[in-house]
C-alpha cells in the first residue's frame, strides 16, 4: 500500500488525501478504525502531540482522526473553517516542503466594501497571520484561531517571504522562531523558498464516536 492510496475526488479542495482513524459519518461522528503502526508505534505521532498538551482538554485527550494531504508546488488549500465536528484545537505536522498558512478573518459587515452575498460571508483577503509552516514542524492551531478564523495555503511555487518590516513579501508571525538553517538563509538573502512536495498530516480530535465498529484494513 502507497503512501497515499485513497483518492476522494472531487474533495473541497482537490488534494489527494488519506484518513487515517477512521471515516466520518453524515452527521460527524467517527467509525473508529485503529490507527496504522506509524502513528502510534514509531515515531508515535500521537503520544508526542499529546505531551504539548494541545488536546489537555479535548474528549479523547488526544486525537483520534489524521488527514493526510499531499501538496505538489503549486497546490494549496482555499480558505476555510474546520468545524464543529472536532475539538476546537488542530494540530499539523508538516513533512517534505515548507509551506505557509494564512489565518483569515470574515469581512465585519460595518468595512468598507464589505458585501454580503446570501447567506455566505465575505473573507478579508489580507491575512491577520501567516505562519511558515517549516518540514518536521508541528504548529498548534486553537481559541479563536480555530473558532473564528479561516486557514488555508496559497496556490504558488515559491514563496516570497519579507526578511524585514518595510522589505516585500510575506510577513511571517514566526519569522523569530524559524530552525531550519536554509530555510533563515534564503529568506535573510531574499530568495524566494521554492515549495517542493509536502505532506501533512492534520491532527484532530473527533468528539463523537460512533458505536458501529469497523474491522482494522491494516
Ligand atoms: O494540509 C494542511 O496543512 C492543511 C489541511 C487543512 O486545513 C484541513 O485538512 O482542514
Ligand atoms: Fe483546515
New binding site residues.
Given amino acids: 500500500m502507497g503512501f497515499v492510496d485513497l483518492i476522494i475526488n472531487p474533495t473541497p479542495?482537490n488534494?489527494v488525501?488519506r484518513l487515517l482513524g477512521g471515516d466520518m459519518t453524515a452527521k460527524g461522528a467517527l467509525v473508529a478504525q485503529p490507527f496504522p503502526p506509524f502513528v502510534q508505534k514509531y515515531p508515535d505521532i500521537i503520544s508526542r502531540i499529546k505531551a504539548t498538551g494541545a488536546f489537555n482538554s479535548s474528549a479523547h485527550e488526544e486525537p483520534n482522526h489524521i488527514?493526510m494531504?499531499e501538496?505538489l508546488p503549486g497546490q494549496g488549500?482555499m480558505p476555510?473553517e474546520?468545524g464543529p465536528r472536532y475539538h476546537p484545537v488542530?494540530t499539523?505536522l508538516?513533512l517534505g516542503s515548507h509551506?505557509v498558512?494564512h489565518y483569515y478573518q470574515y469581512q465585519k459587515d460595518d468595512e468598507i466594501g464589505a458585501v454580503t452575498r446570501g447567506i455566505g460571508k465575505t473573507i478579508n483577503t489580507t491575512p491577520v497571520s501567516s505562519i511558515l509552516?517549516e518540514p518536521r514542524s508541528l504548529v498548534i492551531s486553537s481559541g479563536t484561531m480555530y473558532t473564528t478564523h479561516l486557514?488555508?495555503?496559497e496556490e504558488v511555487e515559491e514563496d516570497v517571504i519579507s526578511p524585514k518590516t518595510d522589505m516585500p513579501g510575506v510577513v511571517l508571525s514566526n519569522l523569530d522562531r524559524l530552525r531550519d538553517p536554509l530555510i533563515k538563509s534564503l529568506i535573510e538573502r531574499g530568495t524566494p523558498l521554492k515549495r517542493g512536495v509536502?505532506y501533512?498530516l492534520?491532527c484532530r480530535d473527533v468528539e463523537r464516536v460512533s458505536s458501529i465498529s469497523v474491522l482494522s484494513r491494516h
Fill in positions: 479542495f488534494l488525501l488527514i494531504n501538496y488549500i476555510h474546520d488542530v499539523t508538516s509551506a498558512f509552516l486557514h488555508g495555503i509536502r501533512s492534520t
